[in-house]
């Protein structure tokens, strides 16, 4: 499966994005799809992921109440609602998948190629 991240860009602080991962090659539904994000000088972070059929979802503390994962397997694409968002979120975010749930990134074995957010205050 190929993915596409897209939907970054600049923000004011308290403001909202919706980033969009779209999957080719293979149905999205097949995966469990996580979000990652990786700051400038910082290692890559785990922010969200969500089971195939959404029966489970793993939030990181540090987004919980503010983001919302969701998925449309008709349109082969999860979304990543960002809401309330902070200066502490700017980072380049990642949509992955995987076959097994979790919220390790060497869970997933296919990574889009990011889209940024900047935060500003």
């Known amino acids: 499966v190929q993915l596409q991240a897209s939907g970054g860009g600049l923000v004011q602080a308290g403001g909202s994005l919706r980033l969009s991962c779209a999957a080719s090659?293979?149905?999205?539904?097949?995966?469990?799809i996580g979000w990652f994000r990786q700051a400038p000088g910082k290692e890559r972070e785990f922010v969200v992921a969500t089971s195939r059929s959404a029966y489970s979802t793993y939030y990181a503390d540090s987004v919980k109440g503010r983001f919302t994962i969701s998925r449309d397997d008709a349109k082969n694409t999860v979304y990543l609602q960002m809401n309330s968002l902070k200066p502490e979120d700017t980072a380049v975010y990642y949509c992955?998948?995987?076959?097994?749930?979790?919220?390790?990134?060497?869970?997933?074995?296919?990574w889009g190629q990011g889209t940024e957010v900047t935060v500003s205050s």
């Open positions: 992955a998948a995987s076959v097994s749930l979790g919220t390790r990134h060497e869970l997933y074995g296919y």
């Open positions: 090659g293979r149905t999205i539904s097949s995966y469990h």
